[in-house]
């Protein structure tokens, strides 16, 4: 039996449930000197924005305990050179693409996805919202329903209405669930999450932050189990909106605990860093795992532990 | 980003050796060994399978040899966590093993005047570099510094490839005492050197930089910041520097490097974003799109 | 040098920074058959409720990435049996006894408060706060900050005054800083963080959650990052409230990030089922990074890192 | 919990063999093994010193000899990652070893008869115990299952120690066909058994309390709960114990087990909190603070 892992994402197919994270597969040409990149669900870009971007400053990354503590700021080269240089050459290649996007303000977001829009190929936009907004002193636009769900509807507004829009979302809000739904309210298509989690190491020797400028972003395996719980919440309470799964994958075992959780697709993020053939050798292990158990079709095991699971309650220690 | 494929494997271990202060490795990685010029570098995954340590080390590929279809040695001194695991190997142990990356040495087409400048185990890749040099016909001289006389790298095989070999110590324990810089104009003058190699510590790459500036010499140097993958995906490698349009790019040192010409890194601003780097808070949209699509990487 | 051990708790003096997390270690016995347990900082209970408590069904603990999954569910013999067997033996080995409380209302809480300050030798009460509040449908006191500060006040008012209270936070709030502010206001001397980050692992054999109930709290090295930061941002607004770090702690470098951070003292969890000599192991290793750095006291490394650091802002991905 | 104080080191491994479809791993460990009483565990960290696992993976003592000042051996099937690492060290790497842990198998004061029944890897402790007991003039039957042939546990073994070995495999492959309760009642019968000393998963150990029952025998059981620090800190390994004064708890299998009475052992009601268990929901505080001091543990 072969398996089928063709997945649906809300009105688009995907050859496989695998793309690659926002931010961890460079431009594409890096990732792919390692494997063919048409082999793969979607590519994801880096989060483009108007103009270019030089990020923070070195360092910008730190290992933690089975994780990868990150402060990179966005560095790009803006949306122009995306769509000269980078889209064209992933189309060539036959990857299907998705943009993400990330701004300042509704304006730039909305401008991005018109951009995006004239540009042939563009199969989704993924909408960034842990990008700082300056008009409430630099807090993440996800930080607050509001401002998060005026910007996915500025995209959804002036994206081509076949280019599905997912909004991204961070695990450090006090209401997930609730800024889901303000989000899908607004007119996304279907989530992403999650982005990485605020952490911090302590460079022993230099008495100093690891990272500098201090806070940085938590992701790899060790977020993996507050990942599955977002995932498992929204799904509960949205279970008809799509779900790009992430944090912290980096088997095929790990691809179907999101899939389980309730994800119809997962990115693989940082994982990359350390082996940068993941995505294929995921999709292969995701493969390996539904032939294991006799799946025959990917697809039935979205959800599949909501069926099993009594009421997922929240333990007090 | 070389045009040369890099490759992932499982390599066996072959031999681990001590060397002074440096720990060597060999494994069988024919694929790395076959595409290696000098200058590249390997990304090393470390705590076995079930490891916390999720992040790439890399090392400087130090020599390759044809043995069991090519191998591939790289030397080390313990510094963190991945590096005391990896001083533990023993022979058989497989590594999981990318190579070979980065930008290498790019080689005079003539054979020129060679100074080779290296500082502690920042000298490993100027050996098969040296190799490749003298196979041109080059001149190769070495300026080696180190902290103290266990740290100084391979006087020996320097010696023997060399037409000269100079060494500096910080403690005077052996060579002469101080930094490479305080011998290394009066080794160009003797040895009518053409061009500049250089390894090691940012601050010693800045010294030698101007150094070569002084004589009004070509240099190329291999920079080290720290790596996170090593392929070019992470962007924690990264270095200001300075395009061929005049441009500042925050440019990886991974993929865009490890080598660049000297005077192209901004040394001062290493660590910082020049507030005049494209896409910086400082910066101003002086150009079309055309310009920004030559951006680094 | 013998670097000097000794720290402040605000009033309270303890002979090293190094305690157990509530929870963690037993009833202390269980430690005590590996080690001294009158050679650490304090002891801290398994939070203690009036009545006795079953806990949540097996399974109740997974494995995750440098982490653990857990669901308990605050099983205990109730403060009774404190009274009269668990506190009168940790105080005859010598302990310095931190009693950790939870209850389902500020009313429990306070008759928790009254009763231990009628028993002698309770160095400090630890208000666990995330607890469920049954008028609230299960929300946890911390995920509100007005009714965390009602119940850190009642504890405040019923508590003997020279017994110092600490409020302890969980991550998985909006506003840890407003949070922590409002405690202090409703009388907490300091401040216990984190409390486990919510999180949820699904067994691909079962394809259930790997903890009964679906939800469980995440632990170990794996939220070390998350940890640090909150203890950062809390010390840097609030700079006077003495801090309790912990999630996470496994070495002395370990503890070392804590301090430097900006807390006073740190707390050993679940390294402790890892090591059961892990607390006493801590405060070896502490002792050694103090020598090899110079270090004579170690309350000159706590917060240390604020005042290398530049601004800690909050990276954009 | 045991009054015999655990001790935590490094071991040295001895040997690592596989038997059948078993991996025996062999560690130097005086203190451990002068500790022993049969029925007690190890726990065991995996992953080397920089694992992501940070839990234990405990195994029950399969044998102790004085050899190097004293050594334990433990038998195990490789289940997930930790056994998977563990099947994979080779002599003389260290094991970082925490035992001996848990409430052994308490042993009669007369030479009675006992008839030990295991399925699978769970026979383990029943070596040491059949030793122990034949050392006191007991008379001893094996009782062993197994889901087949090469899953047998120690057949030739179990023959030399015990009167008589008696075998079950659910494919028929070895011995008789089914389970270890289909000749259970008449080994008792046969034997004038005293006693019944079990090991295996819970719902064996439920019909084997059982046949005890049936017989008017009192049997001990070592449970399998999930463990995570073999210690009796982390509260992970809960099973519904009735105590002495009828009510049940939630006692921790690591340290107020592993082996418990069987009819103390509410099998039907593991992986739940019963609704009568001492402050469960349904629970009604009937009983004095007095009372609650007997709490396990
Ligand atoms: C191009 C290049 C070539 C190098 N060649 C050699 C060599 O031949 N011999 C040698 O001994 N060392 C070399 N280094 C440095 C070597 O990579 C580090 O010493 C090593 O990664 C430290 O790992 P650790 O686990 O011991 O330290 P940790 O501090 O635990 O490392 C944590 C993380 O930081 C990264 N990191 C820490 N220090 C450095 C550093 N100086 N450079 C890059 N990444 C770092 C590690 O890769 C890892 O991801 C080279 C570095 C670069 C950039
Ligand atoms: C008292 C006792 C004695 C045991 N003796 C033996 C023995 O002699 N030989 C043998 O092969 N096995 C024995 N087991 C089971 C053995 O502990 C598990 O097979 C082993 O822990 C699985 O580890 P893993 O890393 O392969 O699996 P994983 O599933 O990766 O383990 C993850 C976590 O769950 C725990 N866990 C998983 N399964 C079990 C289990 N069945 N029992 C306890 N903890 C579990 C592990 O300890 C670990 O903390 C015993 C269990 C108990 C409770
Ligand atoms: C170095 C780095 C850069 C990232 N850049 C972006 C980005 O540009 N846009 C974005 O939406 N997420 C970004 N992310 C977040 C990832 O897309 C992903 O959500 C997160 O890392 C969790 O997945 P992982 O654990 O597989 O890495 C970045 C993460 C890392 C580690
Ligand atoms: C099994 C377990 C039980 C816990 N029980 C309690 C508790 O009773 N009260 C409490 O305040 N915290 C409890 N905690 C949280 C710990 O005290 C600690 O805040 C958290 O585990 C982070 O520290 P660590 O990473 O060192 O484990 C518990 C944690 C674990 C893993
Ligand atoms: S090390 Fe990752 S981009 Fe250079
Ligand atoms: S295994 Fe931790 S309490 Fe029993």
New interface residues.
């Given amino acids: 039996m072969i398996p089928d892992l063709r997945i649906g994402l809300g009105e688009w197919e995907l050859a496989n449930p695998v793309m690659t994270a926002?931010?961890?597969?460079?431009?594409g040409?890096?990732?792919a000197?390692?494997f063919d990149i048409a082999r793969i669900g979607a590519v994801v870009t880096k989060?483009v924005t108007l103009?270019?971007?030089?990020?923070?400053?070195?360092?910008?990354?730190a290992?933690?305990?089975?994780?990868?503590?990150?402060?990179?700021?966005?560095?790009?080269?803006?949306i122009?050179?995306l769509l000269?240089?980078d889209l064209p050459w992933l189309l060539s290649r036959g990857a299907r693409v998705v943009v993400s996007v990330?701004g300042g303000s509704a304006d730039e977001y909305a401008e991005l996805a018109r951009r995006l829009s004239e540009a042939p190929g563009v199969a989704m936009i993924e909408v960034?919202l842990?990008?700082?907004d300056p008009a409430r002193g630099?807090r993440?636009f996800v930080?607050d329903s509001a401002a998060a769900a005026r910007v996915v509807g500025a995209v959804r507004e002036n994206a081509r209405a076949d280019i599905p829009v997912f909004a991204k979302l961070s695990p450090d809000?006090?209401?997930l669930v609730g800024l889901a739904a303000d989000c899908v309210e607004a007119g996304a298509d279907g989530l992403a999450m999650i982005?990485?989690?605020?952490?911090?190491?302590?460079d022993?020797d230099?008495?100093?932050?690891a990272?500098?400028?201090?806070?940085?972003?938590?992701s790899?395996?060790?977020?993996?189990?507050?990942a599955?719980?977002c995932v498992?919440q929204v799904h509960a309470a949205l279970p008809e909106v799509p779900i790009v799964g992430m944090g912290?994958v980096r088997t095929g075992?790990d691809a179907?605990?999101f899939l389980?959780?309730g994800a119809s697709a997962v990115a693989v993020g940082?994982?990359?860093?350390?082996?940068?053939?993941a995505c294929v050798r995921v999709v292969r292990e995701l493969e390996r795992?539904l032939v294991d158990r006799g799946v025959e079709r990917v697809g039935s095991l979205v959800g599949?532990?909501h069926r099993?699971?009594?009421?997922?309650?929240?333990?007090?220690? | 980003m070389s045009d040369v494929r890099p490759v992932q494997m499982s390599s066996p271990v072959l031999t681990v050796r001590q060397v002074d202060a440096y720990h060597a490795i060999t494994v069988v990685a024919p694929g790395i060994a076959e595409r290696f010029r000098s200058g590249q570098f390997v990304a090393v995954a470390v705590g076995g399978e079930h490891s916390s340590m999720l992040t790439r080390r890399v090392f400087a590929i130090h020599e390759v040899k044809p043995d069991y279809g090519g191998t591939v040695e790289f030397l080390f001194t313990v510094r963190g966590r991945g590096t005391a695991w990896l001083a533990e190997r023993r022979s058989r142990d497989l590594l999981d093993v990318i190579g070979p990356l980065g930008r290498p040495f790019p080689l005079p087409r003539d054979p020129v005047n060679c100074v080779l400048v290296g500082g502690g185990a920042g000298s490993a890749p100027l050996f098969p570099l040296a190799h490749a040099l003298r196979r041109r016909g080059c001149r190769v001289d070495f300026v080696l510094g180190a902290a103290t006389a266990s740290r100084v790298f391979s006087a020996i095989t320097a010696r023997r490839i060399a037409e000269t070999a100079t060494f500096t110590t910080d403690d005077g324990s052996f060579g002469t005492r101080g930094r490479v810089t305080d011998v290394l104009d009066q080794v160009i003058d003797d040895a009518c050197s053409d061009v500049v190699y250089a390894c090691g510590p940012m601050p010693m790459l800045r010294e030698v930089t101007a150094a070569a500036a002084r004589h009004g010499i070509p240099i190329q140097v291999s920079v080290e910041e720290t790596m996170a993958c090593g392929t070019g995906v992470c962007m924690s490698c990264v270095v200001p520097v300075v395009g061929e349009d005049g441009i500042t790019r925050m440019a990886r040192a991974c993929v865009d490097g490890p080598v660049f010409r000297g005077e192209r890194v901004r040394f001062d601003d290493v660590g910082t974003i020049p507030f005049d780097a494209l896409g910086a808070p400082g910066w101003k949209a002086r150009a079309s799109g055309e310009d920004r699509a030559r951006e680094a990487g």
């Fill in positions: 926002a931010g961890c597969a460079g431009s040409r890096e990732l000197r390692f989060s103009e270019p971007r030089a990020g923070r400053p070195a360092p910008r990354i290992e933690t305990p089975s994780g990868v503590l990150s402060a990179v700021g966005l560095q790009g080269p803006g122009d050179v000269q240089r990330a960034n842990s990008s700082p630099g993440h930080q809000v006090s209401d982005n990485t989690v605020r952490g911090m190491a302590i022993a230099t008495l100093r932050p990272v500098a400028g201090g806070m940085g972003g938590l790899g395996p060790a977020i993996r189990p507050i599955v719980a498992y912290g075992a179907m605990e389980l959780a940082s994982a990359l860093f350390h082996d940068p053939s795992e599949a532990a099993t699971a009594g009421a997922a309650g929240v333990a007090a220690e």
